[in-house]
């Protein structure tokens, strides 16, 4: 039986201006849905064949109802409802990559494509094959290195902005740009200590809410939320790759209050950091050191 699906997880969450979570293909049946639903991150599909149809809501809360059709696309944005679903005669077939990160934004708005306009066109239609490659180099290799797979999303939003319909330039050396550099330069060098947002904006000469206002026009996030999700990136390989007490991991990451660490660690992962180790380290737990720490409710455990 000839397979109509593939389907590949990202292993890597390093990067911090792109990254990948999933990505796969579909030859879909008639009338195959998803949705209604939220994602948590940006998600692209291409249409290789076929017909099907999106429904999204745009920034107003208004719904509108999307015809699509080979060698068209369509972008979900994070927290947009919406449903898809293929064609009752003739359903699509697409591949798809779920991504975000700190330049996600940006990369979309430069191929033409935002929260309220999701739809994307070619200039020309034999444009589509050049777009195809790049995602399905992406599918078809999912044993390849994290840094080929980045690679080719990078090829891949280079294809959708120069083949855009509606691509806009973005105007070089804007100054909005160049303080949310300075900012995620500062969090770079300096997440091991204890800096805070005022440490950030003063160090970019801003007023805090002013700089706070220009991160999220160009990241769509806060300044508070990357800082805490660089820092917990940073601990997760600590405790997945070294054999570090979880009391030296958070204190590695400006975290010198174990218990705080452990509960912004719980925040984003859901886990604590030992559990979090026990299901993801990589060192064989004979190997690890055995000093005494605190666990997230205060009783002595091994890190």
Not at 47 to 62: H, R, V
Not at 72 to 92: H, R, S
């Amino acid at each position: 039986m000839e397979k109509n699906f593939k389907f590949g997880v990202f292993q890597n969450d390093k990067n911090i201006d792109l990254t990948i979570f999933q990505y796969g293909w579909e030859k879909c049946v008639p009338l195959h849905s998803y949705g209604p639903a939220r994602r948590n991150h940006y998600l692209f599909h291409f249409i290789f064949s076929g017909k099907g149809y999106l429904s999204s809501n745009d920034s107003s809360g208004n719904t509108h109802l999307h015809r699509l059709e080979a060698c068209q696309g369509f972008l979900i944005c994070p927290n947009q409802v919406n449903t898809y679903y293929a064609d009752e005669n003739l359903p699509w077939e697409y591949a798809w990559v779920e991504f975000d990160g700190v330049k996600a934004m940006e990369f979309m708005e430069m191929a033409g494509l935002d929260y309220d306009n999701p739809v994307y066109r070619t200039k020309k239609r034999e444009f589509a094959s050049l777009i195809r490659d790049e995602l399905m180099y992406i599918v078809d290799n999912p044993g390849q290195s994290p840094i080929y797979q980045i690679g080719h999303l990078y090829l891949l939003f280079d294809r959708l902005i120069q083949c855009s319909s509606s691509a806009k330039v973005n105007p070089a050396g804007k100054m909005k740009d160049f303080y949310v550099k300075e900012a995620i330069s500062f969090v770079e060098q300096n997440y091991s200590r204890s800096i805070t947002v005022e440490d950030i904006a003063a160090f970019c000469n801003l007023n805090r809410n002013y700089l706070g206002k220009l991160f999220r026009e160009g990241t769509n996030q806060t300044l508070q939320h990357f800082l805490m999700h660089y820092r917990m990136n940073r601990a997760a390989e600590l405790l997945k790759f070294s054999d570090m007490s979880v009391n030296e991991v958070g204190k590695m990451c400006g975290y010198p209050n174990q218990l705080h660490f452990s509960r912004a660690f719980k925040t984003i992962y859901g886990i604590s950091p030992n559990h979090w180790r026990e299901e993801n380290g990589t060192l064989p737990k004979s190997g690890r050191r055995s000093k005494k720490s605190f666990s997230q409710d205060g009783h002595e455990g091994t890190p």
